[in-house]
């Protein structure tokens, strides 16, 4: 039976370094590494929101970022900002 790789676009051997780095990395070392990822993302996602709002507070800032990543509701009950109204 011939083996399917997991990424079309990943040289076989790269492939196998990687499941195997996934095989025997520590929990704790791949939790770091969601949230230095996390971290990475909210980062990017505050710096376009920074590009399109040049005038906004650091609070509209927090509140537009929430409303990127929470749903509809609970934006409004934990900022009181209606991404609908306000904007993302």
Known sequence: ?????????TDEEAERVL???ARTTPPWK??????????ACRQFAM???RG???QATEEELR???AAL??????VIK??????EVEGY
């Open 1 to 9: 039976m011939e083996k399917k790789p997991l990424f079309l676009d």
């Open 19 to 21: 499941i195997e780095l």
């Open 69 to 74: 990543v929470l749903d509809r509701e609970t």
């Open 52 to 54: 399109r709002y040049p």
């Open 30 to 39: 791949k939790v770091e590494q969601v949230a230095a990822t996390t971290k």
């Open 47 to 49: 710096a376009g929101l």
């Open 63 to 65: 509140k537009r970022l």
């Open 78 to 83: 934990a900022y009181g900002w209606d991404p």
